[in-house]
């Protein structure tokens, strides 16, 4: 079974004030909170990636990712191997639908829009590639991502997993990386369109929505949490993975905590060859030389 990696960047809405969108933040010297997802998504053995943002940051991100990443595992045999037997791991970058961006532009539903994207064109492809797992990993969640490598097996076999610290979990509105199955990804969905709101309501005896909600009430959903969203999924069946440190830099102060700590000096950014940057000439077109 294939594992897809999501990464979801609509939604993010803090208050660093930047003027650029906050999966962009430097978490050490030349290396992007982006980034760190990206590389942890290709040690948790995912197939592809899904980075789900806007256009208007997209061409921005896939200047700073390309078009694919080396799976680390692999690349760690580079002397036995050929490089024909390397294994790229393609990024793909997925916008919300305008109607979304206005509706529900909360980060549970950039997590749901992925892997649904995802699974439309993989089943268009073969039913057998269609993901069984979707591993869904937080830019602004910073933790030692070496330590999924070893549930790489358990997440293939289309499994449930969860990262947990001081007994908290994504289900406490922390960027902890999750690891969820088709049925997860359908309850989260339901819940966001069940529970989300609209700008108009029914009025007593009437068949469609006619009048309209107070501005405050309006298209509620884009104010939803990831407690509010992944409380509808049972964790209690999933593998836990405790991690000894983790920080959510959601906000200046915890940004702050972490670029103070030990950890933040020994984060560094891997190897080129991990993240080469590089994107794919278009089908058809060939690269000018010179």
């Known amino acids: 079974m294939s594992v897809a990696g999501i990464v979801p960047v609509s939604g993010l809405k803090l208050e660093f004030g930047f003027p650029w969108n906050p999966c962009l933040t430097p978490i050490n010297k030349n290396f992007l909170a982006i980034e760190k997802s990206v590389i942890e998504c290709a040690y948790a053995g995912c197939d592809n990636i899904w980075v789900v943002c806007n256009d208007d940051i997209e061409p921005l991100i896939r200047y ?6 080396e799976d680390p595992i692999r690349y760690n045999l580079r002397v036995a191997l050929s490089s024909t037997r390397r294994k790229r791991i393609p990024i793909y970058y997925v916008p919300l639908k305008y109607r979304d961006v206005k509706r529900r532009n ?16 993989y089943r268009g492809i073969s039913r057998r590639l269609n993901p069984k797992c979707y591993y869904v990993s937080f830019p602004l969640g910073i933790f030692d991502y070496h330590r999924i490598r070893e549930h790489r097996k358990w997440m293939k076999k289309g499994r449930r997993l969860f990262m947990s610290h001081n007994n908290k979990t994504v289900k406490d509105n922390m960027f902890l990386s999750v690891a969820l199955t088709e ?8 819940f966001i369109l069940s529970k989300g709101t609209g700008e108009f309501y029914n009025v007593e005896g009437g068949a469609l929505p006619r009048a309209r909600l107070p501005i405050e009430e309006r298209n509620s959903a884009c104010n939803f949490t990831l407690a509010d969203c992944f409380s509808v999924i049972n964790l209690e069946e999933a593998a836990e993975v405790n991690l000894d440190w983790h920080y959510t830099i959601n906000s200046w102060s915890n940004y702050l905590d972490y670029m103070s700590s030990g950890q933040a000096r020994e984060f560094s950014r891997p190897p080129d060859f991990f993240l080469p940057n590089r994107q794919l ?10």
């Open 64 to 69: 700073r990712l390309g078009d694919y990443v």
């Open 106 to 121: 909360c980060l549970s539903w950039a997590v749901v829009h992925g892997a649904k994207v995802c699974e439309k064109v």
């Open 183 to 190: 049925a997860d990804i359908s309850r989260i969905r339901n």
């Open 281 to 290: 000439n278009p089908m058809s077109f060939e690269t000018e030389q010179e």
